[in-house]
Protein backbone atom coordinates (compact mmCIF):
# COMPACT_ATOMS: atom_id res chain seq x y z
CA UNK A 1 0.00 0.00 0.00
CA UNK A 2 1.18 3.28 -1.01
CA UNK A 3 1.42 6.34 1.49
CA UNK A 4 -1.14 7.86 -0.94
CA UNK A 5 -3.58 5.03 -0.32
CA UNK A 6 -3.11 5.09 3.42
CA UNK A 7 -3.33 9.02 3.61
CA UNK A 8 -7.05 8.81 1.27
CA UNK A 9 -8.08 5.38 3.67
CA UNK A 10 -7.34 7.45 6.69
CA UNK A 11 -9.24 10.40 5.13
CA UNK A 12 -11.85 8.93 3.70
CA UNK A 13 -11.98 7.27 7.77
CA UNK A 14 -12.91 10.21 9.11
CA UNK A 15 -15.36 11.52 6.69
CA UNK A 16 -17.25 8.23 7.29
CA UNK A 17 -17.05 8.52 11.23
CA UNK A 18 -18.59 12.62 10.73
CA UNK A 19 -21.53 10.70 8.87
CA UNK A 20 -21.90 7.66 11.40
CA UNK A 21 -23.40 8.97 14.84
CA UNK A 22 -26.61 7.94 13.71
CA UNK A 23 -26.05 4.56 13.08
CA UNK A 24 -23.88 4.27 16.46
CA UNK A 25 -26.80 6.22 18.17
CA UNK A 26 -29.30 3.55 16.61
CA UNK A 27 -27.28 0.53 17.08
CA UNK A 28 -26.42 1.28 20.67
CA UNK A 29 -30.30 1.82 21.59
CA UNK A 30 -30.56 -1.31 20.02
CA UNK A 31 -28.03 -3.11 22.60
CA UNK A 32 -29.16 -0.94 25.76
CA UNK A 33 -32.54 0.19 25.04
CA UNK A 34 -31.47 4.00 27.03
CA UNK A 35 -31.43 6.72 24.61
CA UNK A 36 -29.65 8.92 26.77
CA UNK A 37 -26.89 6.47 27.72
CA UNK A 38 -27.02 5.38 23.75
CA UNK A 39 -25.88 8.94 22.75
CA UNK A 40 -23.35 8.60 25.76
CA UNK A 41 -22.01 5.24 24.26
CA UNK A 42 -22.05 6.60 20.25
CA UNK A 43 -20.19 10.36 21.49
CA UNK A 44 -17.41 8.08 22.68
CA UNK A 45 -17.39 5.74 20.28
CA UNK A 46 -17.14 8.77 17.94
CA UNK A 47 -14.39 10.21 19.62
CA UNK A 48 -12.29 7.10 20.20
CA UNK A 49 -12.49 6.22 16.60
CA UNK A 50 -11.66 10.07 16.10
CA UNK A 51 -8.31 9.14 17.27
CA UNK A 52 -7.49 6.31 15.82
CA UNK A 53 -9.25 6.73 12.34
CA UNK A 54 -6.04 6.93 10.69
CA UNK A 55 -5.43 2.89 11.78
CA UNK A 56 -8.02 2.20 9.33
CA UNK A 57 -6.05 1.83 5.89
CA UNK A 58 -9.02 -0.56 4.55
CA UNK A 59 -12.27 1.41 3.84
CA UNK A 60 -14.51 -1.28 3.51
CA UNK A 61 -13.70 -2.86 6.61
CA UNK A 62 -14.54 0.88 8.36
CA UNK A 63 -17.70 -0.28 9.57
CA UNK A 64 -16.76 -3.72 11.03
CA UNK A 65 -13.75 -1.60 12.75
CA UNK A 66 -16.56 1.18 13.56
CA UNK A 67 -18.81 -1.07 15.47
CA UNK A 68 -16.32 -3.00 17.29
CA UNK A 69 -15.32 0.53 19.14
CA UNK A 70 -18.90 0.72 20.46
CA UNK A 71 -18.91 -3.02 21.41
CA UNK A 72 -15.65 -2.45 23.03
CA UNK A 73 -16.99 1.02 25.07
CA UNK A 74 -20.34 -1.22 26.08
CA UNK A 75 -18.04 -3.46 27.28
CA UNK A 76 -16.28 -0.96 29.27
CA UNK A 77 -19.58 0.75 30.08
CA UNK A 78 -21.09 -2.76 31.65
CA UNK A 79 -17.86 -3.62 33.78
CA UNK A 80 -17.63 0.09 35.31
CA UNK A 81 -21.49 0.22 35.94
CA UNK A 82 -22.40 -0.28 40.12
CA UNK A 83 -25.09 -2.79 40.87
CA UNK A 84 -27.47 0.06 42.05
CA UNK A 85 -26.96 1.54 38.36
CA UNK A 86 -28.78 -1.28 36.82
CA UNK A 87 -31.87 -1.04 38.45
CA UNK A 88 -31.94 2.67 37.19
CA UNK A 89 -30.90 1.87 33.76
CA UNK A 90 -33.66 -1.21 33.48
CA UNK A 91 -35.95 1.70 34.41
CA UNK A 92 -34.89 3.44 31.38
CA UNK A 93 -34.90 0.30 29.04
CA UNK A 94 -38.22 0.42 26.30
CA UNK A 95 -41.08 -0.88 27.71
CA UNK A 96 -42.23 -4.45 28.33
CA UNK A 97 -45.24 -5.79 27.39
CA UNK A 98 -46.60 -6.14 23.49
CA UNK A 99 -49.04 -3.34 22.03
CA UNK A 100 -52.21 -4.56 21.03
CA UNK A 101 -53.53 -5.80 17.43
CA UNK A 102 -55.55 -2.92 17.21
CA UNK A 103 -52.61 -0.65 17.80
CA UNK A 104 -50.48 -1.83 15.09
CA UNK A 105 -51.51 0.29 12.14
CA UNK A 106 -49.39 2.95 13.86
CA UNK A 107 -45.87 2.49 12.85
CA UNK A 108 -44.64 3.98 16.18
CA UNK A 109 -46.29 0.89 18.03
CA UNK A 110 -44.94 -1.63 15.46
CA UNK A 111 -41.49 -0.21 16.02
CA UNK A 112 -41.84 -0.57 19.77
CA UNK A 113 -42.85 -4.21 19.85
CA UNK A 114 -40.09 -4.75 17.66
CA UNK A 115 -38.09 -3.14 20.10
CA UNK A 116 -39.41 -4.24 23.56
CA UNK A 117 -39.00 -8.12 21.71
CA UNK A 118 -35.38 -7.39 20.72
CA UNK A 119 -34.81 -6.11 24.31
CA UNK A 120 -35.76 -8.80 25.98
CA UNK A 121 -32.79 -11.40 24.22
CA UNK A 122 -30.00 -12.32 25.76
CA UNK A 123 -26.95 -9.90 25.07
CA UNK A 124 -25.06 -11.62 22.68
CA UNK A 125 -28.17 -12.61 20.42
CA UNK A 126 -29.24 -8.87 20.59
CA UNK A 127 -25.82 -7.79 19.65
CA UNK A 128 -25.61 -10.42 16.69
CA UNK A 129 -29.11 -9.94 15.24
CA UNK A 130 -29.11 -6.34 15.06
CA UNK A 131 -25.80 -6.15 13.76
CA UNK A 132 -26.88 -7.99 11.08
CA UNK A 133 -30.06 -6.80 10.20
CA UNK A 134 -29.59 -2.88 11.18
CA UNK A 135 -26.59 -2.53 9.66
CA UNK A 136 -26.18 -5.46 7.39
CA UNK A 137 -22.54 -6.43 8.35
CA UNK A 138 -21.38 -9.89 7.44
CA UNK A 139 -21.41 -13.08 9.21
CA UNK A 140 -17.59 -12.54 9.43
CA UNK A 141 -17.81 -9.26 10.10
CA UNK A 142 -19.96 -9.60 13.09
CA UNK A 143 -17.12 -12.30 14.01
CA UNK A 144 -14.50 -9.57 13.85
CA UNK A 145 -16.71 -7.07 16.19
CA UNK A 146 -17.64 -9.12 19.00
CA UNK A 147 -14.63 -11.33 18.94
CA UNK A 148 -16.27 -14.73 18.28
CA UNK A 149 -16.38 -17.65 16.08
CA UNK A 150 -18.79 -17.27 12.67
CA UNK A 151 -20.27 -20.89 13.77
CA UNK A 152 -21.43 -18.54 17.28
CA UNK A 153 -22.80 -16.09 15.24
CA UNK A 154 -24.87 -17.98 13.02
CA UNK A 155 -26.34 -19.87 16.27
CA UNK A 156 -27.04 -16.36 18.03
CA UNK A 157 -28.82 -15.64 15.40
CA UNK A 158 -30.87 -19.05 14.60
CA UNK A 159 -31.97 -18.22 17.88
CA UNK A 160 -32.65 -15.11 18.64
CA UNK A 161 -34.72 -14.93 14.69
CA UNK A 162 -36.76 -17.74 16.15
CA UNK A 163 -37.70 -16.29 19.73
CA UNK A 164 -38.61 -12.66 17.64
CA UNK A 165 -40.29 -15.53 15.29
CA UNK A 166 -42.33 -16.62 17.80
CA UNK A 167 -43.36 -13.48 19.53
CA UNK A 168 -43.75 -11.01 16.79
CA UNK A 169 -45.84 -13.68 14.08
CA UNK A 170 -48.02 -14.54 16.71
CA UNK A 171 -49.15 -11.08 17.15
CA UNK A 172 -49.24 -10.66 13.48
CA UNK A 173 -52.44 -13.57 13.75
CA UNK A 174 -54.06 -11.45 15.75
CA UNK A 175 -53.56 -8.81 13.93
CA UNK A 176 -55.16 -9.98 10.84
CA UNK A 177 -57.79 -11.72 12.81
CA UNK A 178 -58.66 -8.76 14.47
CA UNK A 179 -58.53 -6.40 11.05
CA UNK A 180 -60.93 -9.61 9.92
CA UNK A 181 -63.22 -8.93 12.65
CA UNK A 182 -63.33 -5.38 12.53
CA UNK A 183 -64.71 -5.68 8.60
CA UNK A 184 -67.45 -8.23 9.47
CA UNK A 185 -69.01 -5.86 12.24
CA UNK B 1 -46.77 -25.98 12.40
CA UNK B 2 -44.03 -28.78 12.06
CA UNK B 3 -40.34 -27.73 13.44
CA UNK B 4 -37.75 -27.22 11.22
CA UNK B 5 -33.69 -28.74 12.36
CA UNK B 6 -31.59 -25.86 13.51
CA UNK B 7 -29.38 -26.78 10.17
CA UNK B 8 -32.17 -25.88 7.91
CA UNK B 9 -33.46 -22.92 10.19
CA UNK B 10 -29.36 -21.42 9.71
CA UNK B 11 -29.54 -22.03 6.22
CA UNK B 12 -32.50 -20.24 5.75
CA UNK B 13 -31.04 -17.24 7.58
CA UNK B 14 -27.55 -17.46 5.33
CA UNK B 15 -30.00 -16.87 2.23
CA UNK B 16 -31.68 -14.41 3.68
CA UNK B 17 -28.68 -12.44 4.62
CA UNK B 18 -26.50 -13.40 1.33
CA UNK B 19 -23.90 -15.35 3.33
CA UNK B 20 -24.28 -18.63 1.09
CA UNK B 21 -22.04 -19.24 -2.26
CA UNK B 22 -23.97 -20.13 -5.57
CA UNK B 23 -23.93 -23.96 -4.95
CA UNK B 24 -25.88 -23.66 -1.61
CA UNK B 25 -28.22 -21.34 -2.44
CA UNK B 26 -29.28 -23.20 -5.68
CA UNK B 27 -29.64 -25.91 -3.59
CA UNK B 28 -31.48 -24.22 -1.11
CA UNK B 29 -33.90 -22.14 -3.31
CA UNK B 30 -34.89 -25.75 -5.24
CA UNK B 31 -35.44 -26.88 -1.74
CA UNK B 32 -37.79 -23.81 -1.19
CA UNK B 33 -39.52 -24.23 -4.18
CA UNK B 34 -40.30 -27.98 -3.45
CA UNK B 35 -40.78 -28.11 0.48
CA UNK B 36 -43.44 -26.00 1.59
CA UNK B 37 -42.29 -26.15 5.64
CA UNK B 38 -39.46 -24.52 4.48
CA UNK B 39 -41.16 -22.30 1.98
CA UNK B 40 -42.83 -21.22 5.24
CA UNK B 41 -40.03 -21.05 8.04
CA UNK B 42 -38.48 -18.94 5.20
CA UNK B 43 -41.33 -16.57 5.26
CA UNK B 44 -41.61 -16.35 8.57
CA UNK B 45 -37.82 -15.78 9.29
CA UNK B 46 -37.58 -13.09 6.32
CA UNK B 47 -41.02 -10.83 8.03
CA UNK B 48 -39.03 -11.28 11.51
CA UNK B 49 -35.76 -9.66 9.81
CA UNK B 50 -37.48 -6.92 7.80
CA UNK B 51 -39.34 -6.00 11.12
CA UNK B 52 -36.20 -5.51 12.95
CA UNK B 53 -34.21 -4.31 10.71
CA UNK B 54 -36.71 -1.20 10.25
CA UNK B 55 -37.63 -0.87 13.87
CA UNK B 56 -34.83 1.96 14.64
CA UNK B 57 -35.31 4.11 11.88
CA UNK B 58 -36.96 6.49 13.87
CA UNK B 59 -34.36 6.57 15.94
CA UNK B 60 -32.84 9.87 16.18
CA UNK B 61 -29.95 10.90 18.48
CA UNK B 62 -31.08 14.04 20.45
CA UNK B 63 -30.21 17.24 19.00
CA UNK B 64 -26.88 18.63 19.30
CA UNK B 65 -26.17 22.32 18.30
CA UNK B 66 -24.08 21.09 15.01
CA UNK B 67 -26.92 20.63 13.17
CA UNK B 68 -28.78 23.60 11.84
CA UNK B 69 -32.78 23.64 11.56
CA UNK B 70 -32.97 22.85 7.82
CA UNK B 71 -30.53 20.28 8.20
CA UNK B 72 -32.14 18.47 10.74
CA UNK B 73 -35.97 19.34 8.93
CA UNK B 74 -34.75 17.28 6.41
CA UNK B 75 -33.23 14.62 8.56
CA UNK B 76 -37.18 14.06 10.68
CA UNK B 77 -38.65 14.22 6.73
CA UNK B 78 -36.34 10.93 6.13
CA UNK B 79 -36.72 9.30 9.04
CA UNK B 80 -40.79 10.36 8.79
CA UNK B 81 -40.04 8.01 4.81
CA UNK B 82 -39.10 5.36 6.67
CA UNK B 83 -41.18 4.93 9.25
CA UNK B 84 -44.02 4.94 5.77
CA UNK B 85 -41.92 2.62 3.93
CA UNK B 86 -41.67 -0.15 7.32
CA UNK B 87 -45.52 0.67 7.57
CA UNK B 88 -46.17 -0.64 3.99
CA UNK B 89 -43.83 -3.40 3.86
CA UNK B 90 -44.66 -4.39 7.37
CA UNK B 91 -48.82 -4.67 6.28
CA UNK B 92 -47.74 -6.32 2.95
CA UNK B 93 -45.69 -8.93 4.66
CA UNK B 94 -48.21 -10.02 7.29
CA UNK B 95 -51.39 -9.48 5.17
CA UNK B 96 -50.03 -10.48 1.88
CA UNK B 97 -49.17 -14.34 0.78
CA UNK B 98 -45.78 -14.45 0.93
CA UNK B 99 -43.00 -15.65 -2.03
CA UNK B 100 -39.48 -16.02 -2.46
CA UNK B 101 -39.35 -13.37 -4.45
CA UNK B 102 -41.95 -11.56 -3.33
CA UNK B 103 -43.95 -11.67 -6.26
CA UNK B 104 -47.29 -13.40 -6.50
CA UNK B 105 -46.94 -16.52 -8.99
CA UNK B 106 -49.70 -17.93 -11.42
CA UNK B 107 -50.11 -21.01 -8.84
CA UNK B 108 -51.02 -18.81 -6.57
CA UNK B 109 -54.09 -17.31 -8.73
CA UNK B 110 -55.12 -20.70 -10.01
CA UNK B 111 -55.54 -21.66 -6.53
CA UNK B 112 -58.25 -19.11 -5.77
CA UNK B 113 -56.20 -16.34 -3.91
CA UNK B 114 -56.84 -12.39 -4.67
CA UNK B 115 -55.79 -11.38 -8.18
CA UNK B 116 -54.96 -7.91 -6.98
CA UNK B 117 -51.90 -6.50 -6.75
CA UNK B 118 -51.00 -2.75 -5.57
CA UNK B 119 -47.40 -1.82 -6.42
CA UNK B 120 -45.89 0.88 -4.42
CA UNK B 121 -42.97 2.80 -5.09
CA UNK B 122 -41.51 5.76 -3.39
CA UNK B 123 -37.70 6.14 -4.89
CA UNK B 124 -36.88 9.47 -6.79
CA UNK B 125 -34.35 7.09 -9.12
CA UNK B 126 -36.36 6.80 -12.57
CA UNK B 127 -34.83 3.64 -13.62
CA UNK B 128 -36.56 2.35 -10.30
CA UNK B 129 -39.57 4.38 -11.25
CA UNK B 130 -39.65 2.15 -14.56
CA UNK B 131 -39.12 -0.78 -13.21
CA UNK B 132 -42.42 0.25 -11.08
CA UNK B 133 -43.89 0.60 -14.92
CA UNK B 134 -42.31 -2.77 -15.66
CA UNK B 135 -43.94 -4.30 -13.10
CA UNK B 136 -47.40 -3.17 -13.49
CA UNK B 137 -47.12 -4.01 -16.95
CA UNK B 138 -46.02 -7.59 -16.76
CA UNK B 139 -48.79 -8.38 -14.22
CA UNK B 140 -51.35 -6.79 -16.36
CA UNK B 141 -50.14 -9.06 -18.88
CA UNK B 142 -49.98 -12.04 -16.92
CA UNK B 143 -54.39 -12.02 -15.98
CA UNK B 144 -54.12 -10.08 -12.88
CA UNK B 145 -57.46 -8.42 -13.37
CA UNK B 146 -56.67 -5.04 -10.74
CA UNK B 147 -53.32 -3.48 -10.17
CA UNK B 148 -52.91 -0.20 -8.30
CA UNK B 149 -49.41 1.43 -8.23
CA UNK B 150 -49.37 4.15 -5.58
CA UNK B 151 -46.67 6.90 -5.82
CA UNK B 152 -45.30 9.10 -2.89
CA UNK B 153 -42.42 11.11 -1.78
CA UNK B 154 -39.79 11.19 -4.22
CA UNK B 155 -41.78 8.96 -6.75
CA UNK B 156 -44.16 11.27 -6.65
CA UNK B 157 -42.82 13.14 -9.64
CA UNK B 158 -43.55 10.06 -11.48
CA UNK B 159 -47.11 10.66 -11.65
CA UNK B 160 -46.72 14.79 -12.39
CA UNK B 161 -47.15 15.89 -15.82
CA UNK B 162 -44.54 18.91 -15.28
CA UNK B 163 -41.94 16.71 -14.26
CA UNK B 164 -42.33 13.18 -15.02
CA UNK B 165 -39.61 11.51 -17.00
CA UNK B 166 -41.89 9.07 -18.43
CA UNK B 167 -45.57 11.18 -18.95
CA UNK B 168 -45.81 9.35 -22.23
CA UNK B 169 -45.47 6.12 -21.00
CA UNK B 170 -47.87 6.52 -17.90
CA UNK B 171 -50.56 7.70 -20.38
CA UNK B 172 -50.27 5.00 -22.53
CA UNK B 173 -50.44 2.98 -19.66
CA UNK B 174 -54.15 4.57 -18.16
CA UNK B 175 -55.04 4.24 -22.03
CA UNK B 176 -54.12 1.25 -22.63
CA UNK B 177 -55.53 -0.65 -19.44
CA UNK B 178 -58.88 1.14 -17.86
CA UNK B 179 -59.15 -0.95 -14.88
CA UNK B 180 -55.26 0.52 -13.98
CA UNK B 181 -55.13 2.66 -11.40
CA UNK B 182 -52.56 4.90 -10.60
CA UNK B 183 -52.46 7.12 -7.48
CA UNK B 184 -50.91 10.24 -6.25
CA UNK B 185 -50.02 10.54 -1.89
CA UNK B 186 -52.24 13.53 -1.08
CA UNK B 187 -49.91 13.73 2.02
CA UNK B 188 -47.00 14.35 -0.63
CA UNK B 189 -49.15 16.10 -2.46
CA UNK B 190 -49.77 18.47 0.48
CA UNK B 191 -46.33 18.49 1.79
CA UNK B 192 -45.18 20.28 -1.75
CA UNK B 193 -47.86 22.59 -2.10
CA UNK B 194 -47.38 23.92 1.36
CA UNK B 195 -43.67 25.02 0.07
CA UNK B 196 -45.25 26.71 -2.67
CA UNK B 197 -44.95 24.87 -5.20
CA UNK B 198 -47.79 23.64 -7.72
CA UNK B 199 -48.20 20.20 -8.54
CA UNK B 200 -49.91 18.92 -11.58
CA UNK B 201 -50.68 15.08 -11.97
CA UNK B 202 -50.86 13.71 -15.21
CA UNK B 203 -54.68 13.09 -16.30
CA UNK B 204 -56.04 10.29 -14.58
CA UNK B 205 -54.05 9.95 -11.92
CA UNK B 206 -55.96 9.56 -8.72
CA UNK B 207 -55.37 11.33 -5.87
CA UNK B 208 -55.42 9.19 -2.45
CA UNK B 209 -55.62 10.81 0.63
CA UNK B 210 -52.56 9.08 2.30
CA UNK B 211 -50.88 6.65 0.40
CA UNK B 212 -50.23 4.47 3.59
CA UNK B 213 -53.64 4.43 4.14
CA UNK B 214 -54.81 3.42 1.18
CA UNK B 215 -52.23 0.37 1.33
CA UNK B 216 -53.33 -0.29 4.93
CA UNK B 217 -57.09 -0.71 3.45
CA UNK B 218 -56.27 -2.50 -0.14
CA UNK B 219 -54.09 -5.28 2.02
CA UNK B 220 -56.89 -5.55 4.51
CA UNK B 221 -59.33 -6.16 1.54
CA UNK B 222 -56.61 -9.12 0.45
CA UNK B 223 -54.80 -7.74 -2.08
CA UNK B 224 -51.42 -8.84 -3.15
CA UNK B 225 -48.21 -5.81 -1.95
CA UNK B 226 -45.37 -5.52 -4.08
CA UNK B 227 -42.73 -2.53 -2.66
CA UNK B 228 -41.12 -1.84 -6.57
Known sequence: MSVFDWFCGARQAQQQLAESRQRLYRMALAWTGDPALADDLAQETLTRALQKAHQVRDPERFNGWLFAVLHSCWREHLRRRRPEQLDEEEKHRLPAGDPGPAQLRNSGQISALVRAAVADLPDGQRQVVSLVDLEGLSYAEVAGVLSVPVGTVMSRLCRARRALQSRLLNLHQETTESARLRSVK | ?228
Open chain 2, 1 to 228: MKSLSELDEISINALLDGELDGDERAILLERLANEPELRGAHSRLAITRDLVAHAWDDAEPPYREKYPPQRRRRRFAVAAAMILLMVGFFAGRVMGPETVVGVPSSAETSQGQSDQVIVHIMDADPARQRAALDRVENLLAEGYHRVELVAHSEALDLLRSDRSADAGRVRELISAHPDLRLFACGNTIARIERQGERVQLIEGIVRASSAVDHIVDRLQNGWHYIKA
